[in-house]
């Protein structure tokens, strides 16, 4: 019997990086790309640190929202630009059912 590799997404450690590895270099399509996903997954003030399959986040991580707020000022200073916090982002988790949450991913 094969084992399924599972997909696991952290993306407490993509945050981490977004400054060295995307900024620095001038990716800011690909750094605007990767915050707004984040953003997509917020849920009670809180940024996943872990997707698991797409399904069952985790949201017990306090640092990553912190990451994730430092990942937009650099995005700021290094663009020159504050329109990503006007941008409009669509929701993944619209409300508190996990069932739900699960379907929509």
């Known amino acids: ?18 400054l060295g590895s995307l900024l620095i270099p001038g990716l800011y399509t690909e750094a605007l790309s990767i ?17 698991n399959n797409g399904v069952n ?3 017990n991580s306090r640092d990553t929202c912190w990451w994730f ?14 329109e990503i916090l006007q941008k409009e982002i669509k ?3 619209l409300s508190d059912d996990k069932l739900e949450h699960q379907e929509l991913l």
């Open 69 to 82: 707020i430092k990942a937009i000022k650099d995005y700021i200073h290094f663009t020159n630009s504050s």
């Open 91 to 93: 929701m993944k988790f």
């Open 1 to 18: 019997m094969k084992k399924r590799k599972r997909k696991i997404c952290l993306f407490f450690a993509k945050l981490v990086f977004i």
């Open 57 to 59: 986040p985790r949201y």
């Open 35 to 51: 915050i707004c996903m984040f953003a997509s997954t917020l849920r009670h003030g809180l940024i996943p640190h872990l997707l």
